[in-house]
């Protein structure tokens, strides 16, 4: 696994020190923390020993080897004997992330005798006469499945199904925390797309909407399509879309410091995937024309046939329209715009100094982008990655809980093109005009507001484009009809 720069909280550990009770010896610890490159945290008294002290003290290191380089430190600072260590981040993890919670109390005969038998029956019998009522009187109302088969998880790859498991509790967190949404993880043990589909489509009686997460790519394209074709709820894959949404937001509030047109905008995706090929839907959306796709063969152009797939041959037709050939260094020169979605190390400065006047670059390959901010500095206008160490982080957080708690509380039968679009507006004006510059282009993924506005904008938008089951009643209504 790639190492960060800067120390980081998610390679933080807390170590048990048992410390000769001796003035001075807390400075010496802290000390050669800070020689080692480590970044000290809390330091909690635990415990006396027979002329010691015990203390628990908290680091952050670059990385798994920088962490022990820190802890054989203090193995061999004189007069500090390590009891033990913790992971932090693993701790964390224990158990899982989530549980599950009663909403309503059940503590005497009349709680049993409506929440269960025999009063639950009458509830039954209404759903069983009016399927509808079910979006209502359940669970369904305002629950997601987080659902993945491990295929495509974060930059780790096929890591299976298990192994998958704490990202999507993570993101099950992500839904309860900005959206109030209950959210599932569901990891499918099968990678037979025809499988998935049949298993999600059995999910439908239980969830409101489906966040399709980590399926690799191009099985992700079809097993979203059919399912978004043959299920009544909305369906959507937020490696594709929450990713283009967030872009789209940032391009649109980096357009107003650049000063220039999506329209007149030469915009090279490197990495057609899940996520560039829904960014490039996205921008061609929005106004964009002159886009081009670059995978580790080059550029996509009309007639390529290495290296080929069904997606990349939509994309062959549908961009590049000046049938623009070679590699990324070639076809970069002149571009407003590189956006990365593939693996660190690709693009090099000689290649930004090739880009239009005022170049926008989002190098969003984590944890190591295309090109570190710093070496990209002198030469672009506005620069933007998936970290959370660096301005202008473009995080899919900012997109998912507000687009699903719009498409729940409208009702929605599926997230359409309008209501992406709506999303990613609702996002960029998060950002007001006196704040907007070149290292705040979009908002923090802990700002409050933005989730309520992109929710309230893409119910807006299901209600406009007529795909919204849910008209304006009162309370009562809502949750008796």
């Not at 549980?99 to 005497?108: G, L, M, Q, Y």
């Not at 967190?173 to 959206?179: I, N, Q, V």
């Not at 041959?313 to 956006?339: H, Q, T």
Request: charged letters at 25%; hydrophobic letters at 45%; proline letters at 5%.
């Amino acid at each position: 696994m790639a190492t960060t720069l800067s120390p980081s909280e998610s390679y933080s550990i807390t170590m048990r020190l048992e410390i000769q009770n001796k003035v001075g010896m807390l400075g010496k610890v802290a000390t050669a923390i800070g020689e080692a490159g480590g970044d000290i945290g809390a330091v909690d008294l635990s415990g006396h020993g027979k002329g010691t002290v015990i203390r628990d003290v908290t680091a952050r290191a670059r990385g798994i080897d920088h962490a022990q380089e820190i802890i054989n430190t203090m193995k061999e600072l004189p007069g500090v004997k390590v009891v033990n260590v913790s992971d932090r981040t693993f701790l964390m993890h224990l158990g899982g992330k989530i549980e599950v919670h009663n909403k309503i109390p059940v503590k005497t005969r009349n709680d049993l005798s409506m929440a269960y038998t025999p009063g639950v029956a009458r509830v039954c019998m209404a759903i069983s006469k009016d399927v509808k009522k079910s979006f209502s009187l359940t669970i369904r109302r305002n629950t997601v499945a987080v659902v993945s088969d491990g295929t495509a998880v974060l930059g780790l790859g096929d890591i299976g199904p298990e192994a998958a498991m704490p990202v999507m509790e993570g993101k099950a967190m992500l839904f309860k925390e900005f959206a109030g949404i209950d959210a599932w993880p569901i990891c499918l043990n099968t990678k037979d797309p025809e499988e998935i589909i049949r298993v999600v489509k059995a999910l439908e009686p239980t969830f409101g909407g489906i966040n399709l997460e980590d399926i690799s790519a191009p099985r992700c394209f079809e097993i979203e399509e059919r399912l978004k074709a043959e299920m009544g709820i909305p369906v959507f894959h937020d490696d594709q879309h929450g990713t283009a949404v967030v872009v789209l937001a940032s391009l649109l509030n980096s357009l107003k410091v650049v000063k220039k047109r999506i329209e007149d905008m030469k915009i090279v995706v490197a990495g057609v995937g899940a996520a560039g090929v829904a960014c490039s839907k996205i921008i061609m959306n929005a106004g964009a024309r002159n886009i081009i796709g670059v995978d580790r063969i080059g550029a996509i152009f009309k007639g390529r046939k290495q290296h080929m797939n069904f997606m990349k041959d939509w994309y062959a037709e549908n961009a590049n329209p000046f049938n623009e050939k070679g590699k990324l260094s070639d076809v970069i020169a002149g571009a407003d715009m590189f956006i990365g979605l593939a693996g660190p190390g690709l693009i090099t400065v000689e290649d930004l100094k090739k880009m239009a006047k005022d170049p926008i670059v989002f190098a969003m390959a984590n944890p190591d982008p295309e090109i570190m901010p710093e070496a990209a500095a002198p030469y672009v206008r506005i620069m933007a990655t998936g970290r959370s160490d660096y301005p202008n982080q473009i995080n899919n957080v900012l997109c998912f809980p507000g687009i699903f708690r719009g498409a729940l509380d409208s009702r929605a039968t599926c997230i359409n093109e309008e209501m992406k679009l709506a999303a990613a507006y609702a996002i960029a004006s998060c950002v007001g005009k006196e704040e907007l510059s070149e290292d705040y282009i979009i908002p923090s993924v802990f700002n409050r507001k933005v989730s309520p506005i992109v929710a309230k904008e893409v119910s807006r938008a299901a209600h406009r484009t007529k795909v919204a089951r849910r008209t304006s009643k009162t309370y009562m209504e809502i949750h008796l009809d």
